[in-house]
């Protein structure tokens, strides 16, 4: 009686574990899209008019085919490493999905891991567990050197001719002569502010944020990474001009320390740092925050939730960002990798993902769709000489990258050691 | 129940019973030998390797651990002379007088329940009272921390969108909350930790015999005076067991923070050690974990000595 | 020993402000489960919808999260319960040199910080082990998570059966050898026996705690491997999301809290 009940719970027992021991991990998908036919919802607008959005699925000219060599080798997923609103499969807002189509056309599979910061990204590509990432520029150095991303042959990429040539064989993205990647795109942080807060005047400078006794004086948000010292030298390169500063990510010790000097006065004022984007988003919707550097996406994604915020682009210019889509070294699925990121840069793609996150796109055909002419103008996707006071993302190393050779330059690790000093 | 009785000749065990017959060492070897090497193996060479890894550089150009061997990381964590160093050390001091605040709070708080629950209350209710303090313990860790960020969310200010900015329960109920910050990773904490400390109190309590309080009184001590003289002393093996885990559960934390701190410092150590391996810096990181180590084993150590080990 | 009147009430009064304490942020999230907005604004008792628990049911990322806990949890319990009955055998029933330092040394994965723990057992994870004829990786995902699990579990299963082992007489076990019992009939009908409740009472504890874990998870899961506890912890703070993660918090409490009334009450019922 006793016995058999036993025996009975342990077969059981055994045959329980022997099934749960038989599944391996990764071979199961999760984030698949829910499947929702976008039929015209009134979505709020972002900043420029929406190129039409999907009304029945299939009817969209994607203007891309995959690659049948890679489409015949697809491994039926992808483990990609993105950025925020870089990879949307209709469950923030169903009227933008690019993973969906994606995954019809090619039956791979997108399981993406959102980072909130370069450095987090790097840390998740060095796990090896990844296929691919959309690094800035001050991830994609630090992968290239240390391996973790391989160098791509643009043959493969249908997508990779049309890119503006400004973007391609950049020293972000290339490494000796060879591309590491495909551009996705390009943008600039900005200054956002609560319309009623400043109600007296909107703000035209980043002093809204570094100067005390403003009208966002203690609701100040900032972006929580080591990078953004480079906004604060950007800010000293109006302000101070005798410190010399002519490059933000090129500091000596005394420029170095004369930013983190401005960032401990902010610190005063700052009620928040911010690395991931939800979190700033509900602040700038709670009142809580009234200032600070965000992305054209949360001031959109707010905005919809009623938040009374404008976005701009200050007179000392900003930081920025301009990234590129890397293939993992390490990658279990490199042809679904591959697929995705021809496809991440095709016309229609990449101009959803544009005007979904507020950036210029990177593939000049994405300009010429319907209503995407006055976001490409909107964002100067075309003209080169507007992106000169926007300091993209960069690795700051000891040979000072503005080409100084009589001093020696803060290394970025230098800057992480600082960074967590001051939010400590 | 059928009992035992030779069985004969042909019994399968036979030979297995022989050869364990008498022999202790073979006795333990065989039942502590599984479970001794997995500890060891698993959870000490881990920490090990931990050390270890604290010793490596870190390349710059890559951001991976290379193989060349520094002291640079253990400077970097220990060494106070340095300025930069003293700041970290700061942010582990803070936490080290957070983990004790967090023990104390328990233990006043856990010391008049478990008192009243042992003592005072009906027998009927007793079982139910400790049953019901060491059920939250169980509705989740992270479950927990939530549960208490949604009731401290501070309602937002003037310039909240419409319909957004109400807030938490707290301040939905009462008009009033610690917000997000330091209290209430503090309440948070002690809100997690306290069923731990009840429950070997409780326990202690139990044990300790009505005669022995009794005699007390006769002896003409009040009943305050009995509880300062006779039952906190008899106790404090077991408010030491309990400070173990509210102690050393507070110190490393870093989820906590996370759900109901403000955006605006890293108070805790853990968080520290968390963003440094995101940096990403895990020779750094290791270095700094070796704090906690060290002090959590010889508070362990401290702990074991007040007795804390036989009341876990 | 005598108290007053106001003592008693006194102390009463605290007892029961701390049990409120104790369940009221539960209660909190198990309304908002209920709740129709999208936030954690205390919405009173206006807004009652079950969408979120019919939502959370066809979502497949919540659910794919509770079988994976469940998995983990439940090999994570067997290899903890196999170890710890192991180790409380030898504890119990053996003098032997080195007991304080065992005991000392089963306890330190619960004891110290998870964080500690969870970078400890990352680091070993990562790296590709070579011992000479052959190298291996342990890597991440469900097997790494079970390792880990196992590690801290064990020795809530160890004190169950520890503590029923020690609670019992050893004159049993005398007494069944003078009947003519041989070692493993022993084993077999008197101290399996004796041990089964404690066994499944351990075990109930090892499953809930490895099912709610949430720090050492963090660090040894991996990427493509995700129990509930991680789930919610990636999404508390998604807009989309906070309804979900109300449900299946209210979920994990509503699952955890009768196991753990189950092994309270096994482990009270035989022995004392």
């Given at each position: 009686m006793r016995n058999t009940r036993t025996v009975a719970a342990l077969a059981v027992a055994l045959a329980f574990v022997a099934a749960s021991c038989g599944d391996d991990s990764g071979s199961t998908a999760t984030t698949a899209a829910p499947e929702t036919t976008a039929a015209a919802t009134t979505t709020p607008a972002p900043d420029t008019t929406t190129p039409a959005p999907e009304t029945t699925a299939g009817a969209v000219d994607y203007q891309w085919t995959p690659n049948a060599d890679l489409l015949a080798k697809a491994e039926g997923q992808v483990n990609i490493v993105a950025w925020a609103g870089y990879a949307e499969d209709g469950s923030t807002d169903p009227a933008y999905d690019w993973v969906t189509p994606f995954e019809k056309l090619t039956s791979c599979q997108v399981n993406v891991k959102t980072g909130g910061t370069s450095d987090e990204m790097v840390q998740?590509?060095?796990?090896?567990?990844?296929?691919?990432?959309?690094?800035?520029?001050?991830?994609?150095?630090?992968?290239?050197?240390?391996?973790?991303?391989?160098?791509?042959?643009?043959?493969?990429?249908?997508?990779?001719?049309?890119?503006?040539?400004?973007?391609?064989?950049?020293?972000?993205?290339?490494?000796?002569?060879?591309?590491y990647g495909i551009p996705h795109g390009r943008g600039a942080n900005l200054l956002v502010y609560n319309t009623e807060a400043f109600s007296a005047g909107a703000p035209d400078s980043w002093g809204a944020m570094f100067e005390p006794g403003g009208p966002a004086d203690g609701a100040i948000s900032v972006y929580d990474s080591p990078i953004y010292i480079a906004d604060a030298a950007l800010y000293l390169k109006a302000t101070k001009p005798e410190l010399g500063i002519t490059d933000p990510y090129a500091l000596d010790q005394t420029q170095f320390d004369a930013a983190i000097a401005l960032l401990k006065q902010q610190k005063a004022i700052t009620s928040q740092y911010w690395g991931d984007y939800t979190v700033q988003q509900a602040s700038l919707e709670n009142g809580d925050v009234l200032a600070g550097t965000t992305w054209q996406v949360i001031v959109n994604l707010a905005t919809a939730n009623g938040a009374k915020i404008a976005a701009v682009k200050p007179k000392?210019?900003?930081?920025?960002?301009?990234?590129?889509?890397?293939?993992?070294?390490?990658?279990?699925?490199?042809?679904?990798?591959?697929?995705?990121?021809?496809?991440?840069?095709?016309?229609?793609?990449?101009?959803?993902?544009?005007?979904?996150?507020?950036?210029?796109?990177?593939?000049?055909?994405?300009?010429?769709?319907?209503?995407?002419?006055?976001?490409?103008?909107?964002?100067?996707?075309?003209?080169?000489?507007?992106?000169?006071?926007?300091?993209?993302?960069?690795?700051?190393?000891?040979?000072?990258?503005?080409?100084?050779?009589?001093?020696?330059?803060?290394?970025?690790?230098e800057w992480v050691n600082a960074w967590n000093t001051l939010r400590s | 129940?059928?009992?035992?009785?030779?069985?004969?000749?042909?019994?399968?065990?036979?030979?297995?019973?022989?050869?364990?017959?008498?022999?202790?060492?073979?006795?333990?070897?065989?039942?502590?030998?599984?479970?001794?090497?997995?500890?060891?193996?698993?959870?000490?060479?881990?920490?090990?390797?931990?050390?270890?890894?604290?010793?490596?550089?870190?390349?710059?150009?890559?951001?991976?651990?290379?193989?060349?061997?520094?002291?640079?990381?253990?400077?970097?964590?220990?060494?106070?002379?340095?300025?930069?160093?003293?700041?970290?050390?700061?942010?582990?001091?803070?936490?080290?007088?957070?983990?004790?605040?967090?023990?104390?709070?328990?233990?006043?708080?856990?010391?008049?329940?478990?008192?009243?629950?042992?003592?005072?209350?009906?027998?009927?209710?007793?079982?139910?009272?400790?049953?019901?303090?060491?059920?939250?313990?169980?509705?989740?860790?992270?479950?927990?921390?939530?549960?208490?960020?949604?009731?401290?969310?501070?309602?937002?200010?003037?310039?909240?969108?419409?319909?957004?900015?109400?807030?938490?329960?707290?301040?939905?109920?009462?008009?009033?909350?610690?917000?997000?910050?330091?209290?209430?990773?503090?309440?948070?904490?002690?809100?997690?930790?306290?069923?731990?400390?009840?429950?070997?109190?409780?326990?202690?309590?139990?044990?300790?015999?009505?005669?022995?309080?009794?005699?007390?009184?006769?002896?003409?001590?009040?009943?305050?005076?009995?509880?300062?003289?006779?039952?906190?002393?008899?106790?404090?093996?077991?408010?030491?067991?309990?400070s173990i885990f509210t102690f050393s559960l507070s110190l490393g934390d870093y989820i906590v923070p996370q759900l109901v701190n403000n955006g605006k410092e890293k108070f805790m150590f853990g968080t520290l050690i968390n963003s440094t391996l995101g940096a990403p810096n895990q020779p750094l990181a290791a270095a700094y974990t070796l704090w906690p180590l060290l002090i959590v084993v010889l508070y362990l150590l401290a702990m074991k000595r007040a007795g804390a080990f036989e009341n876990l | 020993m005598k108290l007053s009147l106001p003592a008693r009430i006194a102390l009463c009064a605290v007892t029961v402000v701390t049990l409120v304490f104790l369940y009221l942020p539960l209660a909190v999230v198990a309304r908002l489960s209920f709740n129709p907005q999208k936030s954690v604004a205390w919405p009173g008792w206006s807004g009652f919808t079950f969408d979120w628990w019919t939502k959370a049911w066809e979502a497949d990322g919540p659910r794919e999260a509770l079988l994976n806990s469940c998995k983990v949890a439940f090999a994570a319990m067997v290899v903890a319960l196999v170890l710890g009955t192991l180790a409380a055998m030898a504890m119990a029933r053996f003098q032997f040199f080195g007991k304080n330092a065992v005991s000392f040394l089963l306890v330190l994965p619960i004891a110290l910080p998870g964080i500690v723990t969870g970078i400890a057992l990352q680091n070993t994870f990562s790296r590709t082990i070579d011992l000479g004829l052959f190298s291996f990786k342990v890597g991440f995902g469900y097997h790494s998570l079970v390792i880990a699990h196992a590690t801290f579990c064990?020795?809530?299963?160890?004190?169950?059966?520890?503590?029923?082992?020690?609670?019992?007489?050893?004159?049993?076990?005398?007494?069944?050898?003078?009947?003519?019992?041989?070692?493993?009939?022993?084993?077999?009908?008197?101290?399996?026996?004796?041990?089964?409740?404690?066994?499944?009472?351990?075990?109930?504890?090892?499953?809930?705690?490895?099912?709610?874990?949430?720090?050492?998870?963090?660090?040894?899961?991996?990427?493509?491997?995700q129990t509930l506890p991680v789930w919610i912890y990636a999404n508390f703070s998604r807009p989309n999301n906070v309804p979900l993660v109300n449900v299946m918090a209210t979920f994990v409490m509503v699952v955890s809290i009768p196991l753990a009334w189950l092994a309270q009450r096994l482990s009270d019922g035989d022995g004392t």
């Open positions: 998740l590509m060095q796990s090896g567990e990844y296929d691919g990432v959309s690094a800035s520029g001050d991830a994609t150095q630090r992968l290239m050197s240390g391996g973790e991303v391989v160098e791509i042959d643009p043959a493969e990429y249908s997508s990779y001719a049309d890119i503006f040539d400004g973007l391609k064989l950049q020293p972000w993205n290339s490494q000796g002569g060879k591309p000392e210019g900003a930081t920025g960002w301009s990234d590129t889509w890397m293939l993992s070294s390490k990658a279990k699925n490199p042809n679904c990798m591959k697929l995705w990121m021809d496809w991440i840069a095709s016309p229609w793609a990449n101009s959803q993902v544009a005007v979904w996150f507020g950036e210029a796109p990177s593939n000049a055909k994405s300009c010429a769709l319907d209503g995407m002419a006055e976001h490409c103008a909107t964002f100067h996707a075309a003209e080169d000489d507007y992106w000169k006071d926007v300091w993209y993302w960069t690795t700051a190393t000891e040979a000072c990258l503005d080409g100084r050779t009589d001093v020696k330059c803060v290394p970025y690790t | 129940m059928t009992g035992g009785g030779t069985s004969g000749s042909s019994h399968p065990f036979r030979a297995l019973n022989r050869a364990f017959h008498g022999r202790r060492r073979l006795g333990v070897a065989s039942t502590l030998g599984g479970p001794l090497a997995w500890m060891l193996v698993v959870y000490i060479g881990s920490l090990l390797l931990l050390v270890v890894s604290a010793l490596y550089r870190l390349d710059p150009q890559t951001q991976k651990p290379s193989h060349t061997f520094t002291w640079a990381n253990l400077r970097a964590a220990f060494d106070i002379t340095d300025p930069d160093v003293r700041s970290t050390v700061w942010v582990l001091v803070r936490t080290v007088g957070v983990a004790l605040l967090v023990t104390l709070l328990c233990a006043l708080i856990a010391l008049p329940v478990a008192f009243f629950v042992s003592k005072v209350a009906w027998p009927w209710i007793r079982r139910g009272i400790v049953v019901a303090m060491l059920m939250p313990l169980w509705a989740g860790y992270l479950v927990k921390g939530y549960a208490w960020r949604a009731m401290v969310a501070p309602s937002g200010g003037k310039f909240a969108a419409s319909g957004k900015g109400d807030g938490g329960f707290l301040d939905a109920t009462f008009g009033w909350t610690p917000g997000y910050g330091r209290a209430a990773i503090v309440v948070t904490l002690v809100y997690f930790w306290l069923p731990y400390m009840v429950l070997p109190i409780y326990a202690g309590l139990d044990r300790m015999p009505a005669s022995l309080l009794d005699a007390a009184g006769d002896l003409g001590a009040r009943p305050f005076r009995t509880f300062r003289s006779v039952i906190v002393p008899l106790l404090l093996p077991a408010i030491a067991a309990g | 064990v020795v809530v299963a160890y004190n169950n059966v520890v503590a029923r082992l020690r609670r019992s007489s050893p004159n049993l076990l005398e007494a069944s050898a003078d009947l003519g019992a041989h070692g493993t009939q022993t084993f077999r009908y008197v101290t399996f026996p004796l041990m089964r409740s404690a066994m499944l009472a351990g075990g109930i504890l090892a499953f809930a705690l490895s099912f709610d874990e949430i720090v050492v998870t963090t660090f040894t899961a991996g990427s493509g491997f």
